[in-house]
């Protein structure tokens, strides 16, 4: 951030699509995060714009700070708003979580450094720990704020999707991540082609994700829909469509909101 942005900020409100460009989350979030009481914006102006102040802009980087520790939407407000919230006492416990994942994935990479390793005849694993670094307990995090989202029917998909997975083969999962990856890349091309989210071309290649998505749970409508906001929402789901092209993630939820309401019950 610039010194400039950062003398801008103290100086005046921030609309929400500015606010969205500065952080880089997307406006419909924004407008989710209020609707839901996270972040309301300091004041609403007769025509209808949102406009957030300095303490907004703060409260913003602690939600994100939190995301980025997994932790649901409710807590986070839960926290954000407790009688006792000091934001520098915050800052500090996010640096020192920082400082601890950063050694967490330098021993991934001592990890991903011992298989190769292993692979090229070097070592065997039996001398090193080939999970070293590995957190289990993400799954669970993403399991835990679908629920905390969309309450009893995630739990009930959830152990669906467990119930699905753990009948498939190590063959047929790989043939399932393959797909996903080819419709990934065919809405890519599409985006490069120009088509706009509601055409029958980006339609019929989002019945491939939707059926894609299937193959674990069974979204109706709703939780379709609810699917591509947590995939706007989410920075690590961000991060992985982000590696096949920064439009996608967007393009993919609202391809997603409009199959939902034009084809799903």
């Known amino acids: ?152 029917g995630a739990r009930a998909r959830i152990a669906e999707s467990h119930a699905k997975v753990g009948k498939l083969s190590k063959e047929q999962m790989q043939a399932i991540q393959d797909e996903g990856h080819q419709v990934n890349l065919d809405l890519v091309a599409l985006i490069d082609a120009g088509e706009p989210a509601e055409s029958a071309k980006v339609q019929q290649a989002i019945a491939r994700h939707h059926q894609w998505v299937s193959h674990f749970w069974t979204p109706n409508a709703e939780a379709y829909a609810g699917l591509g906001e947590l995939y706007l929402d989410h920075p690590d789901f961000r991060a992985f469509y982000d590696k096949y092209d920064p439009r996608l993630v967007d393009f993919l939820a609202e391809a997603m909101r409009v199959y939902s309401e034009t084809t799903l019950d």
């Open 1 to 152: 951030m610039t010194q400039a942005l950062k003398t801008e900020i103290r100086q005046k409100p921030l609309t929400v699509s500015e606010l969205s460009a500065l952080s880089g989350v997307s406006v419909r979030t924004l407008h989710h995060y209020d609707a839901i009481g996270l972040l309301h914006p300091a004041e609403v102006g007769q025509n209808g714009y949102r406009y957030y102040g300095r303490s907004e802009v703060l409260r913003l980087q602690q939600v994100l700070f939190y995301r980025e520790l997994g932790l649901p939407l409710a807590e986070i407000r839960q926290t954000l708003d407790a009688p006792d919230f000091d934001l520098e006492r915050a800052l500090v416990a996010h640096r020192a979580r920082l400082v601890a994942d950063i050694a967490r994935r330098t021993d991934l990479i001592e990890t991903i450094d011992k298989t190769l390793e292993d692979l090229d005849g070097e070592t065997t694993m039996t001398q090193s720990n080939p999970f070293k670094g590995f957190a289990p307990e993400k799954q669970k995090q993403y399991e835990n704020e679908l629920i905390d989202r969309y309450g009893d």
